[in-house]
């Protein structure tokens, strides 16, 4: 069974400081890896998604990175702002088996970013 | 608003009562899914349509859960005899067929709380 975990659960971290999220899966054989940011009360919004055959994909100031043999990827924020205050999701889509329709979700790590 | 749509944003409900919810997924996506999110955890999957066709359902989804997608095109999830458990965020999401550059991503209606008193 796929289990996924996310460290830290929560960070704070003044305006402008680069950060790393870090999720791990014990299942290495993955279909793809996505991030995911949450605001309160709301729904998901993918951020990035990397398949298993890619090392990492960047958008805007976030970079992704798959290290799928370890069985960890990394979210990286430059420069943050407080407008990036949100819980951030890992999910993994498993690659082989009957249950690859879905994902498997970490807790989060809830961001602050303080002015 | 070409996003997923779902409806109503919340509902309060007595135990014991029926409740539906509706999803209306991105217009071009033929997959489907419900998820399942209560406070502090991440969302867990419930079930998959592909189409009209459900395809898998998760063992979280007791015999009183029942989904439906007629035509492929919106769904709705109903949930009878509600318990004080079944309070929680349910999320729909789609996404496009997949083959496409990119993988396939999923997305995320905004939800529908669900309170059960």
């Known amino acids: 069974k796929q289990e996924v975990t996310q460290i830290p659960a929560a960070l704070s971290v003044p305006e402008g400081e680069n950060l790393v999220l870090n999720c791990s899966f014990t299942?290495?054989?993955?279909?793809?890896l996505q991030w995911f940011r949450q605001d309160p009360g709301k729904g998901l919004t993918s951020l990035l998604l990397?398949?298993?055959?890619?090392r990492e994909q960047t958008s805007g100031r976030l970079n992704a990175s798959l290290d799928k043999s370890s069985g960890r990827s990394t979210l990286y924020i430059a420069a943050s702002q407080p407008g990036d205050s949100a819980t951030y999701l890992c999910?993994?889509?498993?690659?082989?088996?009957?249950?690859?329709?879905?994902?498997?979700f970490g807790k989060g790590t809830l961001l602050t970013v303080n002015p | 608003d070409t996003g997923v749509s779902q409806d109503p944003r919340h509902k309060i409900t007595k135990r014991g009562q029926n409740v539906t919810f509706r999803c209306d997924p991105i217009s071009e996506h033929n997959r489907l899914y419900w998820y399942r999110q209560t406070l502090g955890q991440g969302p867990e999957f419930l079930t998959y349509?592909?189409?009209?066709?459900?395809?898998?359902k998760s063992r979280l989804l007791s015999d009183r859960f029942s989904a439906e997608r007629p035509k492929g095109s919106f769904s709705t999830l109903e949930i009878q005899r509600t318990e004080q458990g079944d309070s929680a965020m349910y999320l729909c999401?789609?996404?496009?067929?997949?083959?496409?550059?990119?993988?396939?991503?999923?997305?995320f209606g905004s939800g529908t709380q669900l309170s059960v008193l």
């Open positions: 999910a993994v889509r498993q690659g082989s088996g009957g249950s690859n329709y879905k994902l498997t």
């Open positions: 299942d290495s054989a993955i279909y793809n």
């Open positions: 990397i398949q298993s055959s890619q």
């Open positions: 999401a789609s996404s496009s067929p997949p083959g496409r550059a990119g993988g396939e991503k999923l997305f």
């Open positions: 349509f592909q189409n009209e066709a459900q395809l898998e």
